[in-house]
């Protein structure tokens, strides 16, 4: 365990890219959708911008630090919050401050501008509190637990995978697949990743989901796969929300792994008229309570189904097949 010569701040330091967008030379600016994120591994692509050329990309970067940094009495003064992106393989470090957001003195926002072709490949954000400490100004005082990628050449958000996905025929497969016998998929969300099982056993799903091109399977597929999305964000959200930790006086606290991340990307969505911390709140209130749970599953539904874009591919799939009826009439 390493010894510091002054006071630390004890806890956790979480970092989260909120919004991505890159710009062309000749201004065209483009902002990424949420397949560009995953929450879950803490990763955002930018190669599949349709924006061609762009030189520029602008990431909107928040950080939440423990409360005890600004509360009255304690040891850090002249507090700095900073986002900052590195790569080795161009020895790339760009740095950004973050400007306090409330009064709560917890979370810090800002943007962090970074040019193409300072990154090669993948490049590493993370977030360093900096203070005064007895007297000595510049002090690191803490740093984040978790880093966020930001990869520049592929169009998939994946660190390893953003799910751990396995195929299995659920008739022989684990016990506790077999009562599911008749479905395509199962979801299950109580590891350190979810994970996603294929049943192999239901006829034709891996020949779907083996399909690509403008064919009437491969347009099912992109449906398909949006469908799946958002049977994880849902499984995911209720396994977030149901493993909550308790303070004290009986407030839940945001995790600090995927599930706070995924809790905080749907949870605008889910109760929009309230903050992040007010929606955890709400939303545990009426999870644990007698009333409103209910009434809430449409709004989980459409974040669900929002950052899965599964309207997106319904409206692509209908017009790849009204097209294709079409030629089939005129053949």
């Not at 062309?24 to 990763?43: F, H, K, M, N, W």
């Not at 002090?139 to 930001?150: C, F, G, Q």
């Not at 097949?321 to 005129?330: F, G, I, M, S, T």
């Amino acid at each position: 365990m390493k010894a510091w010569p002054y006071r630390r701040l004890p806890g956790t330091v979480a970092v989260r890219v909120d919004g991505v967008s890159v710009r062309s030379p000749q201004g065209e600016t483009e902002e990424l959708d949420a397949l560009a994120r995953s929450v879950v591994d803490r990763v955002v692509v930018v190669g599949q911008v349709e924006t061609e050329n762009w030189d520029t990309a602008r990431l909107n970067v928040s950080v939440t630090t423990p409360g005890r940094l600004t509360e009255p009495g304690a040891p850090w003064k002249d507090v700095v919050v900073a986002a900052v992106l590195t790569e080795r393989a161009t020895n790339l470090r760009v740095t950004t401050v973050l400007s306090p957001d409330g009064d709560g003195g917890r979370e810090w926002r800002g943007t962090l501008p970074v040019l193409r072709s300072d990154i090669y490949d993948r490049a590493t954000l993370t977030a360093q509190v900096v203070a005064t400490v007895g007297g000595v100004p510049g002090r690191a005082v803490a740093e984040s637990t978790e880093d966020w990628i930001v990869d520049v050449r592929t169009d998939t958000p994946t660190r390893d995978r953003p799910f751990d996905i396995k195929e299995v025929g659920f008739r022989t497969g684990p016990s506790m697949l077999r009562p599911f016998a008749d479905v395509p998929w199962k979801v299950s969300a109580t590891g350190r990743l979810p994970i996603v099982h294929i049943n192999t056993d239901f006829e034709g799903m891996t020949d779907l989901l083996a399909a690509e091109g403008q064919t009437a399977a491969g347009l099912v597929n992109e449906l398909l796969v949006a469908q799946m999305a958002a049977d994880v964000w849902t499984a995911v959200f209720h396994a977030a929300l149901g493993n909550l930790e308790i303070e004290e006086d009986g407030a839940p606290v945001l995790p600090h792994d995927w599930r706070g991340e995924v809790l905080r990307e749907m949870l605008p969505d889910v109760l929009p008229h309230l903050s992040v911390e007010d929606a955890l709140r709400e939303a545990h209130r009426r999870r644990t309570g007698t009333t409103g749970w209910t009434e809430l599953q449409p709004n989980i539904h459409y974040a669900a189904s929002r950052r899965a874009d599964v309207p997106k591919a319904l409206s692509a799939t209908v017009r790849g097949l009204d097209r294709l009826n079409r030629k089939d009439a005129e053949a």
